[in-house]
Nanobody
């Protein structure tokens, strides 16, 4: 069973930055696109960014130009660099394949507040 473990969240002031990491069991990211998702309170989970097996990237309009997704296949790890954070980015962030596969991990909480 594939497992995803997210880390790197925290409390940050508006305009700040965070780098999230996602470690996957096995080599699933070598075979499928990897995605970062987020879910804000009372909202549906949404796709934030994804990266293909050939390193092509795609971003939600709300984060384009501020977030950057990358991957390290040797470590089965995907990263999300988040810059110029706003309170609207507050959410629990999850990773998975794109489209999602298997169970969701616990996610990592990102809170943007002054």
């Amino acid at each position: 069973q594939v497992q995803f473990v997210e880390s790197g969240g925290g409390l940050v002031q508006p305009g700040g930055s965070l780098r999230l990491s996602c470690a996957a069991s096995g080599s699933i990211f070598r075979r499928y696109a990897a995605g970062w998702y987020r879910q804000a309170p009372g909202e549906q989970r949404e796709l934030v960014a994804y990266i293909t097996t050939t390193a092509g990237t795609n971003y939600a309009e709300s984060v384009k130009g501020r977030f950057a997704i990358s991957r390290d296949d040797a470590k089965n790890t995907v990263y999300l660099q988040m810059n110029s954070l706003t309170p609207e980015d507050t959410a629990v962030y999850y990773c998975s394949t794109r489209p999602p596969f298997g169970s969701w991990g616990q996610g990592t909480q990102v809170t943007v507040s002054s």
